[in-house]
């Protein structure tokens, strides 16, 4: 979860210690999580600079109060769309898969399981929600809303930043599963990189070396915090229930796993 301040024409965004499972925000804070997520996310987008430009001015020039979890960014008129992009089948889309043999309208094989490695990978858009949840929209839709040619760009981008994250994971012994990208507009006009990218809030992290399709997978990411709020009852809405001291330590060094697997830097 990010909290959005403007200063002298810029965005600052910083990212909190908070976490948020089934669209309701939990009650209990992740040490370190905002500073982990904001430190993942720098290192990705100098990775992949030469792919998209992305929104990032300064991790320096910012606030002394958010310092470790804040960067100052370009303001972009961001698209309606939440850029997916799906590598191996999980989560809503194997819901959808299994209700339908598709997702996001694009055809997927017949006898994929939870967490099966798909052909290639798939751009899988859905709707940008202000309440309720994202719904799953086919590339059409996509087209419909923000026409053909910037339609096939947002595809492009989402493809090519998941296929780059991807190869430099797996090389040190990640997979990631699938991920989400927020793009906008820069004032001159240039499809821009925004918000968070490859982090382990925004993507499903598995160790490559446990990964074994027709089950639930070990989770670097907050996959981990959603199942144990999924096992305690709670009904998904408001006021969700205080996470236990050994969730959230569990749920930490996940992250801080994650990030020094894959930065090669120690926490």
């Known amino acids: 979860m990010r909290d959005v301040y403007l200063d002298r024409g810029d965005v600052i965004l910083v ?31 100098e990775q992949l600079a030469d792919l998209v430009p992305n929104h ?13 979890r804040a960067i100052r960014c370009r303001r972009l008129t961001m698209v309606a769309v939440e850029c997916i992009a799906r590598g191996y089948l999980a989560g809503l ?6 209700k339908s043999g598709a997702v996001s309208g694009v055809p ?29 929209i086919t590339f059409q839709d996509v087209v419909a809303q923000e026409g053909e040619d910037v339609a096939a760009e947002l595809r492009r981008i989402t493809i090519e930043v998941y296929r780059r994250g991807a190869e430099i994971a797996a090389s040190r012994g990640i997979i990631i599963a699938d991920t ?4 906008g507009w820069s004032p001159e006009g240039t499809l821009t ?14 160790p490559a070396d446990d990964w074994s399709p027709g089950r639930p ?7 981990f915090v959603r199942d144990w709020a999924a096992g305690t009852g709670w009904d998904k809405r408001p006021p969700a229930p ?10 930490r060094d996940r992250y801080v796993d994650v990030y020094e697997r894959i930065t090669g830097k120690a926490w």
């Open 108 to 136: 997927l094989p017949p006898g994929l399981v939870e967490a099966s490695k798909l052909p290639e990978p798939v751009f899988t858009p859905t709707t940008k929600a202000t309440e309720g949840h994202d719904e799953f």
């Open 93 to 98: 889309g194997l819901k959808e898969y299994e």
């Open 193 to 206: 990189l925004g918000d968070e990218v490859l982090t382990s809030d925004s993507s499903r992290f598995w």
């Open 242 to 251: 205080e996470v236990p001291d050994h969730i959230v330590a569990a749920t």
């Open 15 to 45: 990212a909190s210690d908070r976490v948020s499972v089934y669209d309701v925000v939990l009650p209990t804070p992740i040490p370190d999580k905002g500073k982990l997520l904001t430190a993942l996310s720098l290192w990705w987008f």
């Open 217 to 223: 997978q070990h989770a670097f990411d907050k996959q």
């Open 56 to 68: 990032v001015i300064s991790a320096t020039d910012v606030p002394e109060e958010f310092a470790g």
């Open 180 to 183: 989400k990208l927020e793009l």
